[in-house]
């Protein structure tokens, strides 16, 4: 049976693992993870929390376009409603301040987020990365 989410793929414009690596490991703080070595300059990893076998994000270049607009996307859940407040503060940083990996939208800090709407849904926000990628951000 399944237990667990292993890993997502999210896929970026050919050449831009640089500012993947800007926006996934510095602005959102995930690590680092070594891909195979047949791999490298088409793939970056980003492990999320620590352990045995923790989740990851794939990052795949490719050169078939996102659908800027897309609805699909991943949720990251964050450990408090303080955490969830830094993190959107660093990601309206990165927006604001542009420069490499900078998202291409992003929630502002201090409104409503950019989803729909209803007590259904707890605290969250969104944006999209520097490849269009739409990302969630919850409790």
């Given at each position: 049976m399944i237990?667990?989410?292993a890993?997502i793929?999210?896929?970026?414009?050919?050449?831009?693992?640089?500012?993947?690596?800007a926006?996934?490991?510095?602005t959102?703080?995930?690590?680092?993870s070594?891909?195979?070595a047949?791999?490298r300059?088409?793939?970056?990893?980003f492990?999320i929390?620590?352990?045995?076998k923790?989740?990851?994000?794939?990052?795949?270049?490719?050169?078939?376009?996102?659908?800027p607009?897309?609805s699909r996307h991943p949720?990251?859940?964050?450990?408090?409603?303080?955490?969830?407040?830094?993190?959107?503060e660093?990601?309206?940083?990165?927006f604001k301040r542009?420069?490499e990996g900078?998202p291409?939208?992003?929630?502002e800090?201090?409104?409503?987020?950019?989803g729909?709407?209803g007590k259904e849904y707890?605290?969250?926000f969104?944006?999209?990365?520097?490849a269009?990628?739409?990302?969630e951000?919850?409790l």
């Amino acid at each position: 049976m399944i237990t667990a989410l292993a890993h997502i793929n999210l896929t970026v414009p050919p050449n831009t693992l640089p500012a993947a690596h800007a926006f996934y490991a510095e602005t959102l703080g995930l690590t680092p993870s070594p891909v195979p070595a047949h791999q490298r300059g088409f793939l970056a990893w980003f492990d999320i929390g620590a352990g045995e076998k923790p989740q990851q994000i794939h990052i795949a270049t490719t050169s078939i376009a996102n659908d800027p607009k897309s609805s699909r996307h991943p949720c990251f859940r964050l450990e408090s409603p303080e955490k969830l407040i830094e993190l959107r503060e660093r990601i309206w940083s990165h927006f604001k301040r542009g420069g490499e990996g900078a998202p291409l939208e992003a929630d502002e800090p201090g409104s409503g987020n950019s989803g729909d709407q209803g007590k259904e849904y707890p605290q969250r926000f969104f944006a999209r990365d520097f490849a269009g990628n739409r990302l969630e951000f919850s409790l």
